[in-house]
C-alpha cells in the first residue's frame, strides 16, 4: 500500500484573523479551486467549521465526470489549523492537514495532504502520469488566486 505526501507552504500578506476567515469556510473553497473542477458545495456548508461538520461536494476532476466527495472536519484548533478527511470519494485515503501560522508581514499557511490512490497498482502507475501532476496544478492554482486576493509576500525588514 503506497500512501503520498503533498507539502505545500505560502506566505500571504494579510492578517491571521483575514485567513483564517477564508481558509476555514467551506464556502470560500469554490473561489480558489479551478473553475474546470466544476466544484459545488451540496451540503454541510451552512454554518462555522466545527469538528464532525461533514460537507458534501461535487467535482469533476478528470475528463468531466463529476464525483461525489464527502470530508469530514476532525479536527479544529481556532486560528490554527483544521483537518479534513475523506469520508467518500476519489481517493482510497485523504487526510489534509491546514495549519496557519502568523509571521512578520502576514501568515504563513501550511497543507499537508497523505493520500492514497484507489486500484492497487494501476493507480500507482497513473499517479505520476495523472493524479500528481493534477494535484500540482489544483495547489499552484490556489497559490497565484490568493496572491491575486492578498497581493504578493513582501520580506520585511
Do not use: C
Not at 73 to 86: G, S
Not at 89 to 97: A, D, E, R
Not at 104 to 125: A, N, R, S, T
Amino acid at each position: 500500500m503506497k500512501i503520498y505526501n503533498l507539502h505545500t507552504k505560502q506566505k500571504i500578506p494579510t492578517t491571521l484573523d483575514l485567513a483564517w476567515e477564508l481558509l476555514s469556510n467551506p464556502e470560500n473553497l469554490q473561489k480558489i479551486t479551478p473553475e474546470y473542477m466544476g466544484f459545488k458545495i451540496l451540503s454541510g456548508a451552512d454554518r462555522p467549521m466545527f469538528a464532525g461538520q461533514i460537507i458534501q461536494y461535487s467535482v469533476t476532476p478528470v475528463l468531466g465526470i463529476p464525483t461525489k466527495w464527502v470530508t469530514e472536519i476532525t479536527q479544529v484548533e481556532y486560528k490554527k489549523y483544521f483537518v479534513d478527511e475523506q469520508r467518500f470519494g476519489p481517493y482510497s485515503l485523504w487526510h489534509h492537514k491546514h495549519f496557519l501560522k502568523e509571521i512578520p508581514g502576514g501568515v504563513e499557511m501550511e497543507d499537508i495532504v497523505d493520500y492514497k490512490i484507489p486500484l492497487g497498482i494501476l493507480g500507482q502507475f497513473i499517479h505520476p502520469f495523472l493524479v500528481k501532476p493534477k494535484l500540482d496544478e489544483i495547489f499552484e492554482y490556489r497559490r497565484k488566486k490568493l496572491i491575486e486576493m492578498f497581493g504578493e509576500f513582501k520580506i520585511t525588514n
